[in-house]
């Protein structure tokens, strides 16, 4: 099992910048398939990017392009690089673990392909 913990939502004016963080613990950080994924208010929680335990990455068209995720295994860390935020990226983002491994270039994850989810970090982008 993994326990994961994210930080570093905030408010932002649009074009700026943030980034989130989710600490893990638990079981080895590395053998998990990790993802992001974000919930706006009456809206389904959606797929934002994942990084597979071998370390390929891929995104929704949404923020293609403007989101980076990365990890560093050994601060058992999963980022969230956001840069040229609009308002229509204002929601909860949630990190997210599998022990299943999927991966592909356009492969964008599904809530239910994952076990462990962290409590949520608010994003907020003002116009």
């Known amino acids: 099992q993994v326990q994961l913990v994210e930080s570093g939502g905030g408010s932002v004016q649009s074009g700026g910048s943030l980034r989130l963080s989710c600490a893990a613990s638990g079981d080895t950080f590395s053998d998990y398939c990790m993802a992001w994924f974000r919930q706006a208010p009456g809206k389904e929680r959606e797929g934002v990017a994942v990084s597979d335990s071998d370390g390929n990455t891929s995104y929704s068209d949404s923020v293609k392009g403007r989101f980076t995720i990365s990890q560093d295994n050994a601060k058992n860390t999963l980022y969230l690089q956001m840069n040229s935020l609009k308002p229509e990226d204002t929601a909860m983002y949630y990190c997210?673990?599998?022990?299943?491994?999927?991966?592909?270039?356009?492969?964008?994850?599904?809530?239910?392909?994952?076990?462990?989810w962290g409590q949520g970090t608010q994003v907020t982008v003002s116009s």
């Open positions: 997210a673990a599998t022990p299943t491994y999927y991966s592909g270039a356009y492969y964008v994850p599904a809530p239910y392909e994952y076990n462990y």
